[in-house]
Structure formats: structure tokens, C-alpha cells
């Protein structure tokens, strides 16, 4: 193993795992931390389920991540979080990274969640959704991390109580000696984690070869674009194409929605206009759950003799502010996981094999309900989102979506790539 890399959720580990592939490394990804041998590959992606837990939480679990894939001779430490930043003034981005640089021993990082290909960018240290600062998108009312300030240096600022600085978007152009030297000069005044401006996926080249000796790199998986080239000009790696078809698993397919972004609920109705779907009803679930996911399985099951169906909890925030305010934010998460994650165990009793997944949270609740450990990681369906095979046992084609990525026909196009 070359890189060793900490995702904070399940679809991210998938889009950092994407990136990685695309760019010639062997990559495996592990849900969790894996109690065997370490897989062979040239980077591990350790996925958790750390974004919205308890800061101390998810300190010790990126530790101790951090800690197996040292043991088992990685040479860098990537922690990978969402490209739209997605925290809270409590964390955990800056707890996390700060507890990470102290395992390592090292006095200065950098934050980078920029990703051009999907429409993340930093200029200034503001990042933008397209052409939205963050704050003014979609994002701002997350019912989890609602992101209301697009200044990443202020939001970060608060996260740590070590000093935040930026590289701007005139240094950056000026290509990697110029970004490295910009890291001498912030180290040099004291400043522990830096901003990166990026506004084109050759600037993520740049600050990729310009970080080669940092310690620990952290960012969303644009940033892992220009880290295969520095293991490869260190004879670390051989040169390789992308990814490899996966092999099929055959049977109906389904999806499984729990996320509530923009994206999604434009995925969700052009799918469920020529397709089965059933909502989950929040009132029937927290009554009864147990016979709101029978009776959901119950008209799932002979639907599929005919194609794929949808169950989804997906809502727009008007929505998902009046069920958070009657259950409570996390109880209403929770609940929503956990019926999704039944739906899944129940379904694959019917073998179904073919999962598409949306949102973060739901497909760690969806791996973990079947028991999945690794994923082999395919072509590519959309930016940030491969076909993956699961490992051992019964193999499950597995397309994990963040909320944010996709066109209007994701998850059509997904279900055909999972073969």
C-alpha cells in the first residue's frame, strides 16, 4: 500500500475509490476497518460513517484508521470529506485533521474539497456549487450540515483552534513550485491547515505534485487527481489504464433513496414517472416500523418479476423540516436508516443483487445491513460514482451515490451499468 485513506462516509470512500481507479492506482475499498490482511492494493479507502457523529467519535475512529493502514505501510495519509464541506462549527473536519496531524507528527495540511468535473470549485476560499457560493445553494438547508457560509477559511477558522490560512487562485496558476513555496511561507507564520484555491482540474494537478511530501493531505477526491502522478515519477507505481468491467451478478435491480438533495429528488421523480415507487411515510414508520417495512417489502417483491422498483425517503426541506420537528433531527435519521437498511436485508433475501443507493448516510446503513467488507471498484457511471462488486460471500453490484452527483437519469443509467 502507497496511500492510505480516511473517508468520512460511505459514497465519498466510493467517489475517492472512482478517482484513485481512474487514474491508474489499485484500489480497494474496506467498509470499516478490516480485522484481517490488509487487501493488496496500491490504496486502501477505509470508509466510515464519521461525518455527523460526536467530534470525539469520530476523532477515534479516523484514528484508528489512520493507525492500521500505518501498520500496514502506507507512506501517506489522504482523509477524504465531502466536496461541499459538509460540517459543523463543532467539526468535524478541523477535529479530525488536527487529531491526524498529531498522529503523524506533522505541523501543517491542507483542505481542498474542490472538484471541477462536478462543479466544486475555491476561488478566494469561497467555495461554489456550480455558480452558487455554497452558501446560496441547495446546501444551506442540509438537515444534517446545513452549510450557510461559503467562506472556507472562516468555517474551518472555527473548527480548530489553530491558525487557517489560504493559498489563493494567483499562486495556484502559477503551477506547483509556486503552491509548495506558498506552504513554506503559511508554515513559516504559524498556520497549521490551508485553504486551497481551485478553480480547473489542472490546478488539482498542481497542488497534487506540490503536496507530494505532506504527510497528510486532506480534501474531497478532486484533490487525489494529481496524487498517482507523484507514485509514479517515484517508481512506486507502473502505469495503467482505468478500471476493468466487473463481472455481473444478473437479477432484478433496485434503488434505495434516503437522500434529500436537489439532485436527488429530481432523480427520484423522473425514475418513479416510469417506474414502481412507493414512498416511506415518517408517521407509519415511527408507529410501527417493523410493519411499514413487511408491507413495503410485500409490494415490492412481485413488482420486480417486471423491472426495478424505488422506495425512497427522499423530501424536499419543507418536508424534512416538519418530520425533523415532530421526531427530532437525529431520531428522524435514524429511523429512516434504519427502515432503509431492513428493506435492503429483506430484499436481498429475495435475491436482488442490483442495489443503487442515494445519499451517504443510507448506504452505510445499506453495506452494513448486507454485510458487505470491500468493494472492487468498476467503471465509472457519472463523476464521482463507480459500479462496485462486493467482495466474498454473495457479491452485490453496488452503485453508492452521493445526494449532490448524478443527471436527471442516474438512476436508469446506474441499474444498466450494474449488470
Not at 448486507?370 to 472492487?376: I, W
Request: charged letters at 20%; proline letters at 6%.
Amino acid at each position: 500500500m502507497i496511500l492510505g485513506c480516511i473517508a468520512d462516509d460511505f459514497t465519498g470512500a466510493t467517489d475517492l475509490a472512482n478517482t484513485l481507479t481512474r487514474r491508474g492506482m489499485h484500489t480497494v475499498q474496506t467498509i470499516g476497518i478490516p480485522k484481517g490482511e490488509a487487501p493488496q492494493a496500491d490504496a486502501i479507502v477505509v470508509a466510515l460513517k464519521s461525518r455527523t457523529i460526536p467530534a470525539a467519535d469520530a476523532v477515534a475512529q479516523s484514528l484508528a484508521a489512520c493507525r492500521w493502514l500505518k501498520a500496514n505501510g502506507a507512506k501517506q495519509i489522504f482523509f477524504k470529506y465531502c466536496s461541499t464541506f459538509d460540517s459543523t462549527d463543532e467539526g468535524n473536519i478541523g477535529p479530525v485533521a488536527d487529531a491526524l496531524l498529531d498522529e503523524l507528527k506533522s505541523d501543517f495540511t491542507i483542505a481542498c474539497p474542490a472538484f471541477p468535473e462536478t462543479g466544486r470549485t475555491i476561488y478566494l476560499g469561497h467555495l461554489f456549487v456550480g455558480g452558487d457560493l455554497l452558501s446560496d445553494s441547495s446546501m444551506r438547508n442540509h438537515p444534517l450540515t446545513p452549510m450557510k457560509d461559503a467562506n472556507l477559511v472562516r468555517v474551518l477558522g472555527k473548527q480548530t483552534p489553530h491558525k487557517t490560512g489560504l493559498v489563493p487562485y494567483r499562486t495556484v496558476k502559477q503551477g506547483a513550485p509556486a503552491i509548495a513555496e506558498a506552504y513554506t511561507a503559511l508554515r513559516a507564520q504559524g498556520i497549521r491547515h490551508a485553504i486551497v484555491d481551485a478553480v480547473e482540474d489542472k490546478d488539482l494537478d498542481n497542488i497534487g505534485a506540490a503536496s507530494s511530501a505532506l504527510p497528510l493531505i486532506t480534501g474531497g477526491s478532486g484533490i487525489a487527481i494529481g496524487l498517482p502522478a507523484n507514485y509514479r515519477v517515484a517508481r512506486l507505481i507502473p502505469k495503467r489504464e482505468g478500471a476493468a468491467a466487473l463481472s455481473a451478478v444478473g437479477g432484478p435491480g433496485v434503488v434505495l433513496s434516503g437522500s434529500c438533495s436537489a439532485a436527488t429528488l429530481g432523480q427520484v421523480e423522473r425514475f418513479a414517472a416510469k417506474h414502481p415507487a412507493r414512498a416511506i411515510d415518517p408517521a407509519e414508520l415511527a408507529e410501527d416500523p417493523a410493519r411499514t417495512v413487511a408491507s413495503l417489502l410485500e409490494w415490492a417483491k412481485p413488482q420486480l418479476a417486471s423491472g426495478p422498483v424505488l422506495i425512497y425517503a427522499s423530501a424536499p426541506p419543507d418536508k424534512v423540516a416538519l418530520v425533523q420537528a415532530k421526531f427530532g433531527r437525529e431520531k428522524a435519521g435514524e429511523m429512516i436508516e434504519h427502515a432503509i437498511a431492513e428493506l435492503a436485508r429483506g430484499l436481498a433475501q429475495s435475491r436482488v443483487k442490483r442495489f443503487v443507493i442515494a445519499g451517504g448516510e443510507t448506504s452505510g446503513a445499506v453495506v452494513s445491513a448486507l454485510h458487505v467488507q470491500a468493494l472492487e471498484i468498476g467503471p465509472q457511471i457519472a463523476p464521482g460514482v463507480p459500479a462496485t462488486l462486493s467482495y466474498g460471500g454473495t457479491r452485490y453490484a453496488l452503485a453508492l451515490k452521493s445526494g449532490n452527483f448524478g443527471g436527471p437519469d442516474f438512476f436508469t443509467q446506474a441499474l444498466d451499468a450494474l449488470s
